[in-house]
């Protein structure tokens, strides 16, 4: 067993404080602090509760273009991964299936990351329209990942459940967020992933993605639809060229702008009014035991519990209480990280993975290699190593009730 400091110890026993209450806020209290109304959940797939009859249209026509199939006369390709939003976001709809995706790159002689922009990188876009016209020379293909890449790695899909709500989320308190962890847990700190807002030219906060690196949920939304789908739009109007070849878009069907950014928006309103996850079944007497040592290993440290929203002019978003159990901050992961770079992420720093509505999932941690609890906590490595470590001191009962309330979130 390892053994840690006595100032390690008092770290964690002050963040465990700040959080047993945030996680018995979980079970025992409907409301907030301040007056916030928390967030009820409803069937995964439904809309938010509390939106207008024109938010519930907007939610409405939002699911039918995320349900679309693309043509290629539409934008579709020329490379892509997938033709429909749905088909990654299943099981339910706007959940995971788990679908594999490839990101490459290599290191330079100095350390440095090169995503091989000039090859067809960092991500892969696996599918190809096939031939255009008669000509078999014009011949789209899914891109495959280079023999001199030295750095591949796979990440699955993410759930959109209750985005809209980390959508809401000011820039300032993830940054406050931060600076208490800062305090409170130095060794487990969490690090902003700050990124280019499109829209606006300014650097955010990044906050969705495996490594943080999207800011927004518009932004998040175009960046889906030309690099999962191929469909141009008017923040992404630069096609993708199919491994890193653009004379090859000399022969492209849809060579004009693809979207005029109205699908996008209804992507974008399809997840900003989109339900969080619900819990899963515990009993009170496992929970509260879970809750407890959810903290007291550190697992709070990273995974917070409960997150409140901004103002918004959407009422249903506007200062509200959440439990996605993340902090949504990059955390340096040692050998759990991917080795690519993304934004100010680097190749070890990974997003702390939201654990709301973890009890559907079937493949856990960024690539999916964990197929269950234990093996997903005990791969954490670098800054979660002392988690890691302390959750295999516990009892046998102890792990059956921490693993029963994680399961239950």
């Known amino acids: 067993m390892r053994v840690y400091s ?38 995964l797939g439904q809309p938010l509760p509390g939106l207008t009859a024109d938010e519930d249209a907007r939610f409405e026509a939002g699911k039918d273009e995320f349900q679309d199939v693309e043509t290629i006369q539409e934008g579709l390709g020329p490379v892509f991964n997938e033709a429909s939003c749905s088909i990654c976001h299943s099981n339910p709809l706007g959940g995971t299936n788990g679908r594999v995706e490839t990101r490459f790159g290599r290191l330079s002689a100095d350390g440095a990351f090169d995503p091989m922009t000039s090859v ?36 699955i899909t993410t759930p959109l459940f209750g985005l809209g709500l980390v959508d809401a989320v000011p820039d300032q308190s993830f940054l406050d967020l931060a600076q208490r962890e800062a305090a409170a847990t130095p060794l487990t700190v969490g690090t902003p992933n700050m990124v280019l807002e499109i829209s606006s030219g300014q650097m955010r906060v990044g906050r969705f993605g495996w490594k943080a690196q999207v800011p927004t949920l518009f932004q998040f939304s175009g960046d889906a639809y030309v690099n999962e789908m191929g469909v141009t739009n008017p923040e992404f109007p630069a096609e993708n060229c199919p491994q890193g070849d653009c004379a090859k878009l000399a022969f492209n069907p849809a060579p004009d702008l693809n979207d005029d950014g109205g699908n996008v928006a209804a992507f974008h309103d399809f997840m900003t009014f989109l339900a969080p996850p619900g819990r899963g079944a515990v009993s009170a007497g496992m929970a509260s035991t879970g809750s407890r040592l959810f903290a007291q290993i550190g697992c709070a440290s990273c995974h917070t519990p409960v ?103």
């Open 6 to 43: 006595w100032s390690t110890c008092c770290a964690l026993t002050s963040i465990a404080l700040i959080s047993i209450a945030a996680c018995q806020t979980e079970f025992d209290d409907p409301g907030f602090a301040g007056g916030i109304e928390a967030v009820p959940a409803r069937v």
């Open 120 to 155: 067809g990188g960092s991500l892969i876009q696996d599918h190809g329209i096939g031939q255009v016209g008669a000509d078999p020379t014009h011949v789209y293909s899914g891109e495959v990942v280079p023999a001199e890449a030295t750095i591949r790695a796979g990440r």
């Open 307 to 409: 997150l409140v929203t901004g103002p918004s002019p959407v009422a249903a978003l506007s200062n509200k209480m959440f439990r996605p159990f993340s902090d949504f901050l990059l955390h340096d992961m040692g050998s759990l990280g991917d080795g690519v770079t993304q934004g100010g992420a680097s190749g070890t720093q990974m997003r702390t993975a939201p654990l709301w509505g973890i009890h559907m999932r079937a493949a856990l941690l960024h690539d999916g290699r964990a197929t269950t609890l234990p093996q997903a906590i005990t791969a954490h490595d670098g800054q979660g190593r002392m988690a890691r470590d302390l959750f295999l001191s516990l009892s046998v009962g102890e792990r059956a009730a921490l693993l029963a309330f994680v399961k239950s979130l």
